[in-house]
């Protein structure tokens, strides 16, 4: 069985700050990682995916994500936060060879305050 | 557009009515998924097909709910005598037959009210 824990439901920063988002995943398989975001009516876009390769991942605009086996966590990260990053974040897991059973967490609401 | 297409954007119906939703994939897409979200959560998938064929169904999907891709292109998700609990938003994504691990492409979803 896989699922994520999105540990904090809301996460408010000032514009300028840096941002940390924090995700712990289960899996009883090589798991693959997803980042997506989800903006006010607008779909689900991915930011970034860990697939086994590099365990620090760069995604788009700017974020990036790191794979700790250790700590099976995949935590992200923004040096510096814009205003256009406020919106819903998600954690993604899956089984690496099985990609069709993707467990989703309850998501982070990030603010970003000028 | 390119993208993952959805119709209708919003459906409001009344308490055991019937209502369709549309997906249009990515043309060259032959997976499809179909997700359920709720205030306050991440997406639950409901089911998913490749090509034509559904391949596989959550036990969220109750006997009411039915989904078709009949040519392998477009889907259907269809609700039967709709009830409060069906609310949420229903979310469409495709992705590419490809060796390896590849993202899913998401739709802009349908938000369904039922009264």
């Known amino acids: 069985a896989q699922s994520v824990t999105q540990l904090d439901s809301h996460v408010s920063v000032s514009e300028g700050t840096p941002v940390l988002l924090r995700c712990n995943y289960s899996s009883s398989y090589s798991p693959s990682l997803f980042w997506y975001v989800q903006h006010p009516n607008k779909g689900l876009q991915l930011l970034l995916k860990y697939t086994s390769a590099a365990t620090l991942v760069k995604g788009i605009n700017g974020f990036e994500a790191e794979f700790k086996k250790s700590e099976t966590s995949f935590h992200l990260t923004k040096p510096s936060a814009h205003m256009s990053d406020a919106a819903e974040y998600f954690c993604?897991?899956?089984?690496?060879?099985?990609?069709?059973?993707?467990?989703f967490g309850a998501g982070t609401r990030l603010t970003v305050k000028p | 557009d390119t993208g993952v297409s959805q119709d209708p954007r919003h459906k409001i119906t009344k308490r055991g009515q019937n209502v369709t939703f549309r997906c249009d994939p990515i043309s060259e897409h032959n997976r499809l998924y179909w997700y359920r979200q709720t205030l306050g959560q991440g997406p639950e998938f409901l089911t998913y097909f490749q090509n034509e064929a559904q391949l596989e169904k959550s036990r969220l999907l109750s006997d009411r709910f039915s989904a078709e891709r009949p040519k392998g292109s477009f889907s259907t998700l269809e609700i039967q005598r709709t009830e409060q609990g069906d609310s949420a938003m229903y979310l469409c994504?495709?992705?590419?037959?490809?060796?390896?691990?590849?993202?899913?492409?998401f739709g802009p979803g349908t938000r369904l009210t039922v009264t």
């Open positions: 994504a495709s992705s590419p037959r490809t060796s390896g691990t590849y993202e899913q492409y």
């Open positions: 993604v897991v899956s089984d690496l060879y099985n990609n069709n059973d993707m467990r």
